[in-house]
C-alpha cells in the first residue's frame, strides 16, 4: 500500500512544473542574492543534491521491486519507513527550488521597484516645471502665470 502511494507521490511531483516560467531568456538572470551566490550557481547545487537522491530512491524503489511478495508483507513497516523518507526529502526539495525561485523573483522584483522609484521622481520634477503651461487645441503652447491647471 505504502509503495503504490509513494510512487504517486514521486510521479506526480515529477511531471508537476516547479514554475510556470522558464529561467531560459531572463534578462536578470545574472542577479546576485545576498550571499553573494547568483541564481544559476544556487539552482545547480539544488539539482545536483536531487539528482543524487532521485539516483537512491531508485536504488531502494528496485530492492523493494526484487523483494518477493512475502517478503514485501513481512517487512512493510520497514519498507513504509523508508519510502516515507523519500517522501518527506523530496517535498523538501520542492519546497528549496520554490523559495530560491521566490527569492530571485523577489530580488527582480526590488530592482525595478527601484527604477520606477526614479522614474516616478523624474515625471514629478517634469510635472513640476510644467505646472504653469498650458496647452490649447490648434495654438502654439500658452504659458499662464499664476494659473494652476
Known amino acids: 500500500m505504502m ?27 545574472k542577479l546576485i542574492a545576498p550571499d553573494g551566490m547568483g541564481i544559476e550557481y544556487r539552482l545547480k547545487y539544488l539539482v ?10 531508485s536504488n531502494v524503489c528496485d530492492a523493494y521491486m526484487k523483494k518477493r511478495p512475502l517478503a514485501k508483507a513481512l517487512m512493510s513497516p520497514v519498507w513504509d519507513a523508508k519510502l516515507l523518507c523519500f ?22 522584483v526590488d530592482t525595478v521597484n527601484a527604477k520606477l522609484d526614479v522614474i516616478e521622481e523624474t515625471t514629478r520634477s517634469l510635472n513640476e516645471q510644467f505646472v504653469y503651461s498650458h496647452f490649447c487645441p490648434n495654438r ?4 499662464v502665470p499664476g494659473w494652476i491647471l
Not at 509503495?3 to 538572470?29: H, K, Q, W
Not at 545536483?48 to 530512491?57: E, F, N, P, Q, S
Not at 502654439?140 to 504659458?143: D, E, F, K, Q, S
Open 3 to 29: 509503495g503504490a502511494l509513494f510512487l504517486y507521490v514521486i510521479t506526480s511531483i515529477r511531471f508537476t512544473p516547479l514554475t510556470s516560467c522558464s529561467l531560459e531568456g531572463m534578462e536578470n538572470d
Open 87 to 108: 517522501i518527506r526529502l523530496f517535498a523538501t526539495r520542492r519546497k528549496e527550488f520554490e523559495f530560491e525561485l521566490t527569492l530571485h523573483t523577489s530580488r527582480g
Open 48 to 57: 545536483d543534491r536531487t539528482a543524487d537522491d532521485i539516483k537512491v530512491c
Open 140 to 143: 502654439a503652447l500658452i504659458l
